[in-house]
């Protein structure tokens, strides 16, 4: 992925509420799993860190994005932006 196209994903999540929470229990299976099923209806998802979660915003961003098959689009601040285009009809179109 470019940097054109980074950027153009990163307008479309400033729009966008995050669709998940990760708490204390940072990165748990069920969030793993709720968040790889959330690409069947979204091919872009915020996350949100909560203040109580003390692991690598960064590194817990990294591991999502590996076990979910999905593109590290961004982390700032909290928030965490994954995107991971639909197989047969993407709606998102990624300027060349």
């Known amino acids: 992925m470019n940097s054109k196209q980074r950027a153009y994903l990163k307008s479309l999540a400033s729009n966008l509420d995050s669709l998940f929470q990760i708490g204390k229990n940072a990165l748990t299976p069920d969030v793993t799993n709720a968040v790889s099923e959330s690409f069947n209806t979204h091919e872009l998802v915020k996350i949100t860190v909560l203040k109580n979660?003390?692991?690598n915003i960064n590194e817990m961003a990294n591991a999502l994005a590996d076990r979910t098959s999905s593109t590290l689009v961004q982390v700032i601040g909290r928030?965490?932006?994954l995107y991971k285009p639909f197989k047969d009809d993407p709606k998102i179109?990624?300027?060349k």
């Open 79 to 81: 928030k965490i932006v």
């Open 53 to 55: 979660c003390d692991d």
């Open 93 to 95: 179109v990624l300027p």
